[in-house]
């Protein structure tokens, strides 16, 4: 094997700087006690960690196959070994995944070499940088290719060896790679164990399904294997699979996430399995400046596919409907042809959200290897190729079994039957999820499925097709479903059917907690309205779970298709047992049941032909629920998660010993400020990068004033707000209320009105009821509410009993005032009150303003309007890039700069006069007015000084308004 790379995984271990500790006393206690919190949380992480890693090298190859059997043309397969430290060591070989590579199976390939093994990835044939067309793991190609390669580890040193040139081998991987372990353990001799995970059975039946089988239609029965002939095209994933394998160069799109397992805290954000696993990814892009290995081998539409595998792909994609050639093709690169062969230790596990591959085809597997003498272990889990690849606990129960079925140490991990129950979601978001043991996979022994008979209501109904089969139904996006599952609203979303187009039959709501685990049955009644359309009825059938409230979901987004061929003429009715897809899903109590049988469905390939049908239910009841008992295990005890909670309320009871700490601080008054409502003293907060949001920030309020806090975007001032709100905590610095230290939490800020960063109200209630509902959340009592006073003082009369939604954005902004005023605090804080309002709403929200302030109040104002602070507020504050350039009466800064300007009756002799006065420049006349530069001089001298010049002086003040001076002040701080 030629080599064209080799690398060793280093096991690394990061130093740890050191920190300084506090100099005063409490401050070592308190970060002592940190610290042992931080030991003790983490404590779980090293104490699961168990022992180091097993180290493990890699080799990248280039592998010969023969291109066809019997050829003397070559194909060249990309392959990457992964050799453990310990060898001679059990082999794995592992396949990835639809329009993957080796790439995507990586992470997994690193935890099996981690388990000691021997571990052989590739590319397949037309897939990444390996050569060749795809053949959809034909047995004289793919199986052939892996065959091969089973021939090389046995010629491995590092291979355990059971006998010369058979290696001791296991086979695991998912999806196509899945398919790949089954076809070789049936062919394959040599394989010792196998783990598919979320594989196929017959290739026919998943990508065109049929839920009426033979024999269960009770009227018109036509000849057996007619049904299987004619399935329904799942169009929507044949196509996604296809455009997998066209060999377009483009990075990988790489596996999706993992499905959530019993005891995880949170979403798995972890990759998932392999590139398959999560559908059909994208193939890795060749580097940058070489062409892709077998870039040349693709031909017209068919991409890197063979042309019998491409002919087959139009033949059904064309109507829907597969001849007799495409059947056989699919046939022959289904695992349905060798499991009768295969004999070895088989774990099968499989997605319980899978659209693509259900639990049906797990079945079929799971009872031809068993009737073939092989020892099977079941397990389906909470993914799939809607839901995410296996986890962690998963991964590893896949090679504690592989370990020993190939070294023969160790109890065996394998279980007859083990399925995962999602629960409702916990409080942080994540669902929950435990594991459910039972005695014997029911599709093996009989009497292990109980079935459950639900009463289902609703007489016959019409239901009609409509031309062109649109609109059609939405029961999901394949490949996408995990983001809707477990959500009754997206849920809702997702889940659509077009009235007319289906019939609906709904049970009572179960009286306690009903767990369906496999396939559900129901009894339907069909007959057709009119012509009967050509090539049979077809129709979808999906069971809902219905909440009380009214919304629904649809378990693993799955959907029974269901043909019925040749109704009668005379439009008689045929009766059909329909067997729904495989779903597990817990029904709480207080929850429906509810049958929908459809005429159409985006997913599949519906005729496109007008058709009307009458539906009724068969019997009575005509729904039975599989239920399977087992019981709830767990892996022992969770020490790591003991540890964890146990650090968790550690690092809590500190945590709340450092907030007794600042509570006992903010009581303490500085009884010289008692009376005052705001000092601000060299405020500063930083944060990481060297970001300084206020910087050295200090200031003084008054009560009965209205003070304006001015300053471009950015300039720091919502950041002041937070800070004065104890929404944030400064980096240095301090604020203090009513001579009260602002902390998070602090008493005193009970005192404080706010509205900082936007309003939110509950839009189906009235204004007046969003204010009560706020209050109470306060606790403080009604009375000290002041409703009637905030209201009044606000300006919204009649309107507060309307409900939110009809108010325009002024009364929004007026009831967020009123919101703030409730209790009428002492200090009121306004972030841009008049955001969004037009000018005579400016107006109002001024007079609100000032009214307020004349109680004796304070008023604290954040806005860009200058016009508007100039007339509402007494005081101003400017700020610039964080820090303070000017404040004190909004008179005073006007008139900073000493331009004034002067109403007189002769503008010639005023402007002469002027100018003869010492110091005074810029003398301007426009008309009656006389502007000038007195540069210092009072105002009151220039009068005098026009007065004694004959001047009659009408009116004088400062030339500038606000906007002007605050325009000048940001200008020099910028450029100083």
């Not at 979601?425 to 459950?452: H, I």
């Not at 002799?909 to 426009?926: H, K, M, N, T, Y």
Request: hydrophobic content about 40%; glycine content about 12%.
């Amino acid at each position: 094997m030629p080599v064209e790379s080799s690398q060793e995984t280093p096991n690394t271990v990061n130093s740890v700087p050191r920190t300084p500790l506090p100099r005063s006393r409490r401050g070592r206690l308190l970060t002592l006690l940190a610290v042992v919190a931080v030991l003790v949380a983490g404590g779980g992480v090293w104490l699961s960690s168990g022992d180091e890693p097993v180290r493990f090298s890699t080799q990248d190859a280039t592998i010969d196959v023969a291109a066809a059997p019997g050829s003397e043309e070559r194909v060249q397969l990309d392959a990457t070994l992964y050799v453990p430290e310990q060898t001679p060591a059990p082999a794995i070989l592992l396949p990835h995944g639809f329009g993957g590579d080796k790439n995507s199976v990586s992470r997994d390939a690193e935890e099996l070499a981690d388990h000691g093994f021997v571990v052989l990835t590739y590319s397949a044939r037309g897939f990444g940088q390996s050569t060749g067309q795809i053949s959809l793991n034909d047995p004289d190609y793919e199986v052939a290719d892996a065959s091969r390669l089973v021939d090389h580890l046995a010629g491995l040193p590092e291979v355990l060896k059971d006998s010369d040139g058979d290696p001791r081998v296991g086979v695991t991987g998912a999806s196509y790679g899945g398919a790949l372990a089954l076809m070789l353990a049936g062919t394959d001799e040599r394989v010792d164990a196998i783990a598919p995970v979320i594989t196929y059975n017959d290739l026919a039946q998943s990508l065109l399904p049929n839920a009426a089988t033979s024999g269960q239609i009770q009227a018109g029965t036509p000849s057996p294997g007619a049904f299987g002939d004619n399935g329904v095209l799942k169009q929507a994933w044949a196509g996604t699979l296809f455009a997998a394998g066209l060999g377009v160069p483009s990075p990988s799109s790489g596996p999706g996430p993992d499905a959530v397992e019993p005891g995880d805290e949170g979403d798995n954000d972890d990759v998932g399995t392999s590139g398959g696993a999560g559908g059909a990814s994208s193939p890795a892009a060749a580097p940058r400046g070489q062409q892709r290995p077998g870039a040349d081998q693709r031909s017209g539409t068919c991409g890197r596919f063979t042309q019998e595998v491409c002919a087959a792909y139009t033949d059904v994609a064309t109507d829907g409907q597969a001849e007799q050639s495409t059947l056989d093709l699919l046939r022959r690169v289904s695992p349905a042809s060798v499991t009768g062969d295969i004999t070895v230790p088989t774990m099968l596990v499989q997605g319980e959200s899978d659209t693509l591959f259900g639990l049906d085809q797990a079945d079929a597997n799971a009872r031809q290897i068993a009737e073939a003498g092989g020892q099977v272990s079941t397990i389906w889990y909470t993914g799939g190729h809607d839901g995410g690849g296996p986890g962690a606990q998963l991964r590893g129960k896949i090679a504690d079994f592989l370990h020993h079925h190939l070294t023969g140490e160790g109890d065996d991990p394998g279980t007859p039957f083990t399925y995962d129950v999602q629960g409702s979601l916990r409080a942080n978001g994540a669902p929950s999820v435990r594991s459910v043991e039972a005695p014997a996979y029911p599709g093996l022994t009989s009497g292990v499925t109980q079935r459950r008979d639900v009463a289902l209501t609703g007489g016959e109904q019409p239901v009609v097709r409509p031309p062109g089969g649109t609109p059609a139904a939405v029961s999901g996006i394949p490949g996408l479903n995990r983001v809707v599952a477990g959500s009754s609203r997206l849920s809702g979303l997702f889940s659509v059917d077009p009235p007319g187009q289906s019939a609906t039959f709904t049970s009572q709501p179960v009286d306690s907690q009903l767990l369906v685990a496999g396939s559900s049955t129901v009894r339907l009644r069909v007959a057709a309205e009119g012509p009967a359309p050509e090539g049979g009825a077809v129709l979808f059938a999906k069971l809902y779970d219905v909440n009380p409230d009214g919304s629904r979901t649809l378990p693993g987004s799955a959907i029974a298709p269901i043909r019925i061929p040749d109704l009668p003429a005379d439009g008689s009715p045929v009766e059909v047992t329909v067997t729904l897809p495989g779903v597990v899903r817990p029904i709480e109590s207080g929850h429906a049941l509810q049958l929908v049988v459809g005429t159409t469905d985006q997913s599949y390939a519906t005729p496109t032909a007008p058709a009307a049908y009458r539906i009724s239910l068969a019997g009575d009841p005509a729904l039975a629920v599989p239920v399977v008992p087992g019981t709830t295990v767990t892996s022992g005890w969770p020490v790591p998660q003991l540890l964890g909670i146990a650090g968790t309320l550690l690092a809590a009871a500190v945590v709340a010993a450092i907030g007794a700490m600042r509570r006992k601080r903010s009581h303490r008054v500085d009884p010289e400020l008692a009376e005052t409502p705001m000092v601000i003293e060299g405020l500063t907060k930083s944060y990481p990068g060297g970001l300084t949001a206020v910087n050295d920030l200090s200031f003084r309020v008054e009560p009965g004033q209205v003070l304006g806090l001015l300053g471009p975007n950015g300039a720091g001032k919502t950041t002041t707000l937070r800070m004065l709100m104890g929404l944030i905590t400064p980096s240095k610095g301090e604020i203090k209320v009513f001579g009260y230290k602002i902390t998070p939490g602090a008493p005193v800020l009970s005192r404080i009105g706010s509205f900082v960063e936007g309003s939110g109200f509950l839009p189906h209630l009235s204004g007046e009821a969003n204010l009560r509902l706020f209050w109470q959340s306060t606790g403080r009592p009604e009375e000290k509410a002041h409703f009637t006073e905030a209201l009044e003082i606000a300006g919204l009369g009649d309107a507060v009993h309307r409900r939110v939604r009809t108010y325009s954005q002024g009364m929004r902004q007026r009831l967020a005032i009123a919101q703030a005023m409730l209790g009428l605090p002492e200090l009121l804080v306004l972030d841009e009150p008049t955001n969004g309002l037009d000018p005579p709403q400016i107006h109002q929200m001024r007079e609100v303003l000032q009214r307020y302030a004349a109680t004796g109040r304070t008023v604290v104002v954040s806005s860009h309007l200058l016009a508007e602070v100039e007339q509402t507020c007494t005081h101003v504050v400017v700020m610039h890039r964080g820090r303070l350039v000017a404040s004190g009466e909004v008179h005073e800064i006007v008139a900073a700069g000493g331009e004034a300007t002067f109403r007189v009756d002769n503008p010639e002799a005023a402007a002469e006069a002027l100018r003869a006065v010492g110091g005074v420049s810029d003398v301007d006349i426009e008309g009656s007015l006389v502007h000038a530069d007195l540069d210092g001089l009072a105002r009151s001298e220039a009068v005098a000084a026009l007065v004694r010049a004959g001047v009659s002086v009408e009116q004088a003040g400062p030339r500038r308004r606000l906007e002007d001076a605050f325009l000048q002040l940001v200008g020099e701080e910028s450029s100083s």
